[in-house]
């Protein structure tokens, strides 16, 4: 317990505690929704340990998905339901194994920061933009509720869980943008039940765990990349002209 504890940086730990306590407080305002807590306990790890490149944050990315999934389809947000069950956790399990398969220095507690191909940016961009639209027509199909930051929320999690498994830092930056989404879309879902601000506190608390994640991540690669200078798959600089598989 103590070599986990150790783990964990002292602004992490205190990131985290808060966490507990606000996701346990909002709770309060919801007793009837047990599942939407755990997803949120569970959300808010994953999001520490992928911050840390931590492979584990991925497995628990995958529970998380299945719950979140399963509280979005209580509340007709169908987008989320489909983003999550259909995309975010088989991306997840896609992005477990990128991570497994290319870990820093051997050790498997910590992944080796990528970097994106030349032109790769704006192929995202246009898958992201082609999916977005597709599901567009899928959601209003569905009658989900406040469609367009619903549609909004694919486009986001899409480029996120794709940056996700190409270990780019900037997979916390879209994800950051899509929790600004959720927090909206939560937002709405409270005029008519006030219980459900348990969700945009669980949002708010992941946006915060997205920006910390943005910040260490580059931190990782410049350390990384410091430590094994000629390693195309781990040096990530703007200059480094290096490509990975």
């Known amino acids: 317990m103590r070599k986990v504890i150790r783990y964990f940086t002292a602004a992490e730990r205190v990131l985290w505690i808060a966490s507990v306590v606000l996701?346990?407080?909002?709770y309060a305002l919801r007793p009837d929704a047990p599942l939407s807590a755990a997803?949120?306990?569970i959300g808010i790890t994953s999001l520490l340990l992928n911050a840390k490149g931590n492979p584990i944050g991925q497995a628990l990315m995958i529970v998380f998905s299945a719950l979140y999934g399963y509280v979005s389809f209580r509340t007709a947000y169908y987008g989320?339901?489909?983003?999550?069950?259909?995309?975010?956790?088989?991306?997840?399990?896609?992005?477990l194994a990128?991570?497994?398969?290319?870990?820093?220095?051997?050790?498997?507690t910590q992944v080796a920061v990528g970097r994106l191909k030349k032109g790769e940016?704006?192929?995202?961009?246009?898958?992201?933009?082609?999916?977005?639209?597709?599901?567009?027509?899928?959601?209003?199909?569905l009658h989900t509720a406040n469609?367009?930051?619903?549609?909004?929320?694919?486009?986001?999690s899409f480029a996120a869980a794709y940056l996700t498994a190409r270990r780019s830092p900037w997979f916390a930056a879209a994800y950051a943008c899509n929790d600004v989404v959720l927090i909206v879309l939560w937002i709405l879902m409270t005029r008519t039940d006030l219980g459900y601000s348990a969700m945009v506190i669980c949002f708010v608390?992941?946006?915060?765990?997205?920006?910390?994640?943005?910040f260490n991540?580059?931190?990782?690669?410049?350390k990384q990349c410091a430590a094994v200078a000629h390693d195309a798959q781990v040096c990530y600089t703007e200059e480094n002209k290096g490509s990975e598989d």
């Open 121 to 141: 940016p704006i192929f995202l961009l246009a898958l992201s933009a082609a999916v977005t639209f597709l599901f567009y027509f899928i959601l209003r199909r």
């Open 39 to 41: 997803a949120s306990l």
């Open 147 to 156: 469609l367009l930051p619903s549609t909004l929320s694919v486009a986001t």
């Open 217 to 222: 991540w580059r931190r990782m690669a410049k």
């Open 23 to 26: 996701i346990a407080l909002s």
């Open 80 to 95: 989320e339901m489909i983003t999550y069950l259909g995309m975010t956790a088989p991306m997840a399990a896609a992005a």
């Open 205 to 214: 608390l992941f946006l915060a765990g997205d920006l910390y994640g943005l």
């Open 98 to 108: 990128a991570w497994l398969r290319h870990p820093y220095a051997g050790k498997r």
